[in-house]
């Protein structure tokens, strides 16, 4: 397995539990660490089934790259990000299909997983093992199985999750089939490995329209002083044609957030135009811009300047029940509001610390002393116990997240009530967001739009904050 990331350590260890010899190899001696030490993010099952391979002697990790040429198969699992200006950054994905190549065996399998463009196993696999003399589904065998991997969602493990499988060739897909047959239920095979990197651009393309969708309807309940939430699910009781998804604070993660931007990519080198999949993309990136700014009305509606306020944001990972910043909208908002002069601080079990400006800002473990202007829900883990929130809070829940702490009961703040356009503030631009209350004021939290938080089926890219690439 070379990278052991979020894909690559809980499909190694799926591998070893299924009764395979598992060689790990990452260059990172803090990931390393790490994984040696146990202090990695994993599912529950994910997370005995390290404690078991820990203790196992066929369960080797190294950061020598070299290991590759032990191992019958060889599965790729790094990370495929896009730079700050959102163009595809391939560095890793090429340096360890180059390594993979170099160590490359006669007899073996080589499968890549990681998210890429429509061409990627061609241009970094088959052309490289030509140029070595290597004949592929003669000598090795090349296929394109994309990840599908939930972080924090219990319902779609990866052994419940069907694989889409596309090889070289007849003997390669037939390879990779019976490899990752030992870890799935199901494989759908496809007929090219384009066709299966397709597949994953398509798939998470298709979640960040529809997420982008979601947002901007909840805008428009909010005109209508809805509840998007009510109204979304009314209209998921229709049994065909229809499919939740759910708004939030905005889109994080390792996926959604970056993957159509391979599709996008490739796409304007062909000179081919995409204008649905590029609204959806630019509405997700302004999203947190818009998150600050109500969050600056809000402010504004109670006299108080974002200059000199102090606001605590409540949960700062980009999904529910991880410990992941990547890409989370947290971080923007924070960074906005800090910017615009206002004392930032945040709170979540998971997450004890995060980049900001370029220092490092430590998460309060007790902040329900301190006096904030304003509180935001921003991700809600499960368990995460608000009851400490009291009517001396206010609060913008932007999280617009059900299952939170309005679900279950322990939440009983009250503050100022409905929500209030963000036009005429810094970012703002006519979102609006819900202040749950309870109490005198009373207004329920359910006025206005917030970022995007998937609804079924997804990858926390995956996710939502809510929600998953």
Sequence with gaps: MIGLGYVGLPTALALRAAGVRVIGIDISADRLRDIRAGAVDLAPQDRERLTD???????????????????????????????????????????????????????????????????????????PLAARGMKVETDVFVAFTPERIDPGSVGHSQDLTPRVVGGAGRRSTASAASVLSRVCLSVHTVGSPEAAEMT???????????????????????????????????????????????????????????????????????????????????????????????????????????????????????????????????????????????????????????ELHGGTLAGLTDPWEQRWDLVVLHTVHPGMDLSRLGPEHTVLDISQDRRGPGSAGTYRATGATGGARASGVPGGSGATGAVRTTGAAGAAGAAGAAGATEGVGTHGTHGPVGAPA
Aim: aromatic share 6%.
């Design 53 to 127: 391979a820990l203790n196992d002697a066929a369960f080797l990790l190294t950061d020598d790259s070299r290991a590759s040429a032990w191992a019958d198969t060889v599965m790729i699992c790094v990370p495929t990000p896009v730079d700050r200006h959102q163009v595809p950054d391939l560095g890793m994905l090429a340096s360890a299909c180059a390594s993979a190549v170099a160590h490359a065996t006669p007899g073996q399998l080589i499968l890549l997983t990681s998210t890429s463009y429509v061409g990627t196993t061609r241009d970094l696999l088959l052309t």
């Design 200 to 354: 994953k651009l398509w798939e998470n393309t298709f979640r960040a329209v529809n997420i982008a969708l979601a947002n901007e309807l909840a805008d428009s309940c909010a005109v209508f002083g809805l509840d998007p939430r009510a109204v979304i699910d009314a209209a998921a009781t229709k049994p065909y044609g229809f499919m939740p998804f759910y708004p939030g604070p905005g889109v994080g993660g390792h996926c959604i957030p970056c993957d159509p931007h391979y599709l996008l990519w490739q796409l304007r080198a062909e000179r081919i135009p995409s204008p649905v999949v590029e609204a959806a993309m630019r509405a997700i990136a302004e999203r947190p811009g818009r998150m600050a700014g109500l969050i600056t009305a809000k402010l504004a509606a109670r006299g108080i300047p974002v200059a000199g306020a102090r606001v605590l944001l409540v949960g700062i990972a980009y999904k529910r029940g991880v410990a992941d910043v990547r890409e989370s909208p947290a971080l923007e908002i924070m960074g906005l509001l800090a910017d615009w002069g206002a004392t930032v601080a945040f709170t979540d079990p998971l997450v004890p610390s995060a």
